[in-house]
């Protein structure tokens, strides 16, 4: 992607927060500590004025033993019943200023959640992802797996947030693919800038995995240099526009495996924003991928896909 095709698709990203436009956000949770963690986020970094929340609480098989209670690391709490658990979920978000409302359902979680993302029009689906245990991240067929690749809107995945000191850490990786320029756009509209401080990180892969990316007939010790400043180029591009928005940005462009390197620096954030594609992406995410990868293995993920265009009209 050119640099003048990146300015281009931030332009139309902006317009779509223009206007006193509220971004429809989906919060399913089940009660369960990843989900609770997930709304804890939520509530920290984004911003009060500029989107709308929806507890969405699917009656399944998770509410069947309440006596069997959730497992909090060493302890155990109770488990909600799905009303209990909507209205205490709808008054934390109202009471940090938040416009909301809930839902409940009935069903199969990940198809009820993503039906809801497709008909109410939901720009972005957060969910806790199901286990704290790192054997069962890697699993397929979870809620939030099947939702992270099905979803035609963003989802973000949280395994785990302790909270802490503001502001929120926000890792932004990006490498001028469409949807990390996407990911950029919605980074700026769904996060208040008061909240946030941002990283923003592209990786020059030692390794290039895509021979395009690299011009022919360059020596190795060329190849590395022109993926570094490729990536210093990225970081740029990136970094100006949530400068531009308000946002504390910081810069970082290590060499390396992508995954590796990603993972090394979320160690340090809160919470990693990426695009689900990067620049050798085709069709839906793939398993395996980068961004695969960073919401099966990372604290919490945000993995950005173009939006859908309903809206809800603020106020």
């Not at 033993?65 to 209990?84: I, L, N």
């Not at 990603?262 to 594609?277: N, T, W």
């Not at 793939?286 to 919401?295: I, K, R, T, W």
Request: charged share 20%; net charge negative.
């Amino acid at each position: 992607m050119s640099d003048n095709e990146f300015w281009a698709m931030l332009r139309v990203a902006g317009t779509l927060t223009s206007g006193g436009i509220l971004k429809r956000i989906l919060y399913a949770t089940n009660g369960g500590k990843p989900a609770q963690d997930a709304g804890v986020l939520l509530r920290r970094f984004a911003g009060s004025g500029q989107v709308r929340i929806t507890v969405d609480i699917c009656k399944s098989v998770d509410f069947a033993f309440p006596q069997e209670g959730w497992a909090y690391g060493k302890e155990r709490k109770a488990r909600p019943q799905p009303e209990e658990l909507a209205k205490t979920e709808l008054a934390a978000f109202k009471a940090a200023g938040f416009e909301a409302d809930s839902r409940l359902g009935s069903g199969v979680p990940a198809l009820q959640i993503l039906e809801q993302m497709d008909q109410g029009g939901y720009e972005l689906a957060v969910l806790g992802a199901g286990s704290a245990k790192w054997m069962n991240n890697m699993l397929l067929g979870s809620t939030s797996t099947r939702v992270l690749h099905s979803s035609e809107a963003s989802v973000l995945i949280v395994h785990h947030h302790a909270g802490g000191p503001d502001p929120v850490r926000i890792l932004l990786a990006t490498d001028r693919s469409e949807d990390a320029t996407e990911a950029v756009g919605q980074l700026i509209a769904f996060a208040d800038p008061a909240k946030v401080a941002v990283l923003v990180v592209s990786v020059a892969d030692e390794v290039p995995t895509i021979q395009r990316l690299v011009p022919d007939g360059l020596t190795p010790a060329q190849a590395g240099e022109f993926l570094q400043e490729a990536a210093r180029k990225s970081v740029e591009l990136a970094a100006g526009p949530l400068r531009d928005a308000g946002f504390q940005v910081t810069e970082a462009c290590p060499t390396g495996d992508p995954v590796r390197e990603l993972l090394e620096l979320a160690k340090d954030v809160d919470l990693v924003v990426c695009g689900s594609r990067g620049m050798g992406g085709a069709g839906r995410m793939l398993l395996g991928s980068v961004s695969d990868q960073l919401a099966r293995l990372a604290p919490a993920t945000m993995v950005c896909r173009r939006a859908g265009r309903n809206q809800t009209p603020a106020g």
